[in-house]
Nanobody, 121 residues
Framework: QVQLVESGGGLVQPGGSLRLSCEAL????????MGWYRQAPGKQRELVAA???????DYADTVKGRFTLSRDNAKNTVYLQMNSLKPEDTAVYYC???????????????WGQGTQVTVSS
């Protein structure tokens, strides 16, 4: 079993900062890409940022220059530093990891339960 444990959501004023963390726990052999998606009410889930095991990152255009994704491979943990937050960043943020549980198993996606981020004055 693989579990993604998320932390760091909350309420923040516009212009403020939050840091999200996500740790992959359990019987996981290798974690490849990890990242964060978000889903606002009435909208589809969208990619926020992703990072490979080699630390290559990809960001949504709407967060470039404001969000920074980093990774600790030894801990199978990613950190999303969110600065200059805007009301339109309000959403439930979901951690994603793609990996395999054994050397011969296929890679699959794992998801966290989601953490609410609300940007409001």
């Amino acid at each position: 079993q693989v579990q993604l444990v998320e932390s760091g959501g909350g309420l923040v004023q516009p212009g403020g900062s939050l840091r999200l963390s996500c740790e992959a726990l359990g019987s996981i052999f290798r974690v490849n890409a990890m990242g964060w998606y978000r889903q606002a009410p009435g909208k589809q889930r969208e990619l926020v940022a992703a990072i490979t095991s080699g630390s290559t990152t990809d960001y949504a255009d709407t967060v470039k220059g404001r969000f920074t994704l980093s990774r600790d491979n030894a801990k199978n943990t990613v950190y999303l530093q969110m600065n200059s937050l805007k009301p339109e960043d309000t959403a439930v943020y979901y951690c994603n990891a793609r990996g395999k549980t054994t050397p011969l198993s296929s890679s699959r996606d794992y998801w966290g339960q989601g953490t609410q981020v609300t940007v409001s004055s």
